[in-house]
């Protein structure tokens, strides 16, 4: 009984020491992008061992661009840590792009970064199974996004298109300077339109509505979910984040007297596990003493595939409500037919009732202390008896 449980635990082990890896290395990537970018931008000369064979104007694009890649990596490390393919996906197209960035800057700085950004890759090849989550974006997210885009796209062409009514418009590249600026409300004044062109007056009026509706959309739309999670928190709910990284845990569906000893256990054992209730109070209560809990209703799906029912070890079902715990059990079994499920009969009459409903075993509290309490009569002594169930 011991050897596969020790083998499952070395398992988790790994499976969690690996991911940690792989997001702390895309962090130290990331990180070390922004500062080697920063590095070569402050050096004028340049002494790496393909400064003779970068041009000067490949050397100074790299640098620029490797800090906005170091920031963007950094969000992808953030999706990894939540355990997104997403995540997955976009620091597998960001570190062969550091690495080249690196090769790029022809600097004596920008070999660490080589060096961490080729060793990350068969990392994070490695921890590709780890990283299944997917990406949910709401309407109102996806609207933002598609916003601002629309809008840096038209004001670009647009100003590319007028660049003869503006000064200082002469690439694409100007075009989008002077859109992004503009929409962000920067306006730094060295790109203007012309006074007598009414076209180049207008359309940067409309640029400058269309970016700040954008914007406003888009930061409504960010911040708009760290407030409700900062909320939820504080409600005692468990945020996306945290609801992501659980994994081969102990779910306990519902809360009870019954249940309180069973969450000591738990936390005695050191394992990790989450708790699924319905009452406002009993969940606040836990929240306060450090317990991951989810207010909903364990008898419903989607609670449970919030809290990963699919990735748990174990299922716990014991509250005072025989009919209710059959109904939970009911559900976790359809959504997760290879989980071992263990419940608690308050009437021992419901026992066979529970495991029709899908439990593997059902323990009845009143009928084991009967047992007890008849053993220690006749026997003066249970202890011997109490340890070995334990123990079991």
Not at 112 to 124: E, G, K, R, T, Y
Not at 282 to 300: F, H, N, W, Y
Not at 340 to 349: F, G, K, Y
């Amino acid at each position: 009984m011991e050897a596969p449980t020790r083998s499952s635990a070395g398992d988790d082990w790994r499976r969690h020491l690996t991911t940690r890896l792989t997001v702390g290395l895309v962090l130290a990537v990331s990180l070390l992008s922004v500062l080697t970018a920063i590095v070569n931008i402050s050096t004028t000369t340049i002494d790496g061992p393909f400064a003779a064979y970068v041009p000067a104007y490949a050397q100074e694009a790299a640098g620029f661009t490797g800090a906005l890649t170091g920031f963007l990596m950094v969000g992808s490390a953030l999706a990894l840590r939540r355990g997104l393919r997403a995540g997955w996906w976009a620091t597998l197209l960001l570190l062969p792009l550091t690495a080249a960035q690196g090769v790029l800057q022809a600097s004596r700085y920008s070999t660490p970064l080589i060096a961490l950004s080729l060793l990350a890759m068969p990392v994070l090849v490695l921890s590709r199974r780890r990283f299944d989550g997917r990406l949910s974006l709401s309407t109102t997210q996806i609207a933002a996004g598609a916003a601002l885009a629309a809008v840096q796209l038209y004001g670009t062409i647009g100003a590319y298109h007028l660049r003869e009514e503006f000064d200082g418009v002469n690439s694409l590249l100007d075009a989008f300077y002077f859109t992004l600026i503009t929409s962000s409300t920067v306006g730094y004044g060295d790109i203007t339109p012309n006074g007598g062109s009414p076209r180049a007056l207008l359309f940067t009026m409309s640029v400058l509505v269309l970016g700040v509706a954008s914007f406003g959309i888009g930061v409504g739309a960010l911040v708009g979910p760290a407030i409700q999670a900062r909320i939820s928190k504080t409600l005692g709910k468990m945020t996306d984040s945290q609801l992501q990284t659980l994994d081969s845990h102990v779910l306990v569906l519902g809360y009870g007297d019954l249940t309180e000893p069973i969450i000591d256990e738990l936390e005695a054992a050191g394992l990790e596990f989450a708790v699924v209730s319905r009452d406002e109070t009993d969940t606040a209560e836990l929240t306060d003493r450090g317990v991951a809990v989810v207010q909903a209703d364990p008898s419903d799906e989607r609670p449970l595939e919030r809290v990963q029912i699919a990735r748990a070890s174990a299922v716990l079902v014991a509250t005072n409500d025989d009919a209710a715990d059959a109904l939970t059990i009911l559900t976790a079994r359809q959504l997760r037919p290879d989980v071992r499920i263990v419940a608690a009969a308050t009437d021992r009459e419901n026992r066979r009732k529970l495991m029709n409903a899908g439990a593997d075993d059902v323990i009845s509290p009143a009928e084991l202390g009967g047992h007890l309490l008849v053993k220690s009569a006749l026997d003066g002594d249970s202890t011997g008896l109490i340890e070995r169930l334990l123990e079991e």
